[in-house]
């Protein structure tokens, strides 16, 4: 069955680093690649969507990779800042068929 | 633009009961999705209504369903509540034009505690 894994331990950085998330799928051919952010007790917030026949996607601080043949996904925040820390969830889906599946998501936590 | 809205807010409910939860997805969006979360999982689909129409369904027993108004709002009806139906319940909106990604957005969800 198709799974998606994501680093279940929470990531620890210093203000000012680069923090990078992983995103790590089997059994699965996804045409997309989204990435979410959720704070404790609120809905995921739409960041990044990569498709695949793309390589790299940059959003003012964000950066997403995205390799179909080592079926993994990069999320980079740079610069990072204590408002960075939440959890951060990957999301695949094909064309044609709407529903997201979701990774468990990873915790960011950025200290001063 | 008003965001996507979810109501209650909180429920407390027992075993056995029956809930139903709201969603009003951001104007000109037609399709609604439901998701649930229990604590320290991942978002699991449950639903997809688009222009009124069911459209898919996640691996959830029938007891799960729901319906989209012409309105475009949307309704989840649990019945029989078990205790592990306890979680948040997530309510996403999109519009996709022409085929493509689809990028939804969520509510801020309700949360259901069965006792």
């Known amino acids: ?112 | 633009e008003a965001g996507v809205t979810q109501s209650p807010t909180h429920l407390i409910k027992t075993r056995g009961q029956q809930v139903t939860l709201r969603c009003s997805p951001i104007s000109g969006h037609t399709s609604v999705y439901w998701y649930q979360q229990a604590l320290g999982l991942g978002l699991q689909f449950l639903l997809w209504y688009d222009e009124g129409e069911e459209r898919n369904r996640g691996n959830f027993p029938p007891r799960f369903s729901g319906r989209q108004f012409p309105n475009y709002s949307s309704e989840l009806n649990v019945n029989a509540l078990e205790l592990e139906d306890s979680a948040l319940y997530l309510c996403a909106s999109s519009y996709l034009a022409g085929g493509g990604a689809d990028t939804q957005y969520f509510g801020p969800g309700t949360r259901l505690t069965v006792l």
């Open chain 1, 1 to 112: 069955s198709q799974k998606i894994e994501q680093n279940s331990e929470a990531l620890n950085i210093q203000e000012g680093k680069t923090a990078t998330l992983t995103c790590n799928y089997t059994n699965y051919s996804p045409a997309y690649l989204q990435w979410y952010r959720q704070d404790p007790g609120r809905g995921p917030v739409f960041l990044l969507l990569i498709r695949e026949n793309e390589k790299e996607k940059r959003k003012e601080r964000l950066k997403v990779t995205f390799d179909t043949t080592l079926k993994q996904s990069l999320f980079h925040i740079t610069a990072s800042q204590p408002a960075d820390s939440a959890t951060y969830l990957c999301a695949l889906s094909k064309t044609g068929r709407r529903a997201l599946t979701f990774g468990s998501g990873t915790r960011l936590q950025v200290q001063p």
